[in-house]
Nanobody, 123 residues
Framework: VQLQASGGGLVQAGGSLSLSCAAS????????MGWFRQTPGKERGFIAS????????YYLESVKGRFTISRDNAKNTVYLQMNSLKPEDTAVYYC?????????????????WGQGTLVTVSS
């Protein structure tokens, strides 16, 4: 599967952004999808993931209640709605896919990655 992330940009603290990740291929529904983020000098870190059906979601503790991951398998797209953004949320955001239905927070276990989209939150 090939992934294309979009939706990043500049937003003031307290604002919202919605990221999208469009996938090619007919087996999108067979992948656990995740969002990760990375800042300079740091490893890519887990934010959220969602099961095949969308029934199960998992979040980094610091984004719970502010970020929402969702997917539309008919559109081959996964979303990340980000509300109440903070300057510390500034990063390059990546969507990722992991074949199968096993949840993981480890970037190493995701075999498919989008190109990244920059989110900048100003104070």
């Amino acid at each position: 599967v090939q992934l294309q992330a979009s939706g990043g940009g500049l937003v003031q603290a307290g604002g919202s952004l919605s990221l999208s990740c469009a996938a090619s291929g007919r087996t999108f529904g067979s992948y656990v999808m995740g969002w990760f983020r990375q800042t300079p000098g740091k490893e890519r870190g887990f934010i959220a993931s969602i099961s095949w059906s969308g029934d199960n979601t998992y979040y980094l503790e610091s984004v719970k209640g502010r970020f929402t991951i969702s997917r539309d398998n008919a559109k081959n797209t996964v979303y990340l709605q980000m509300n109440s953004l903070k300057p510390e949320d500034t990063a390059v955001y990546y969507c990722a896919g992991r074949y199968g239905d096993l949840y993981s927070r480890s970037a190493q276990e995701y075999g498919y990655w989008g190109q990244g989209t920059l989110v900048t939150v100003s104070s």
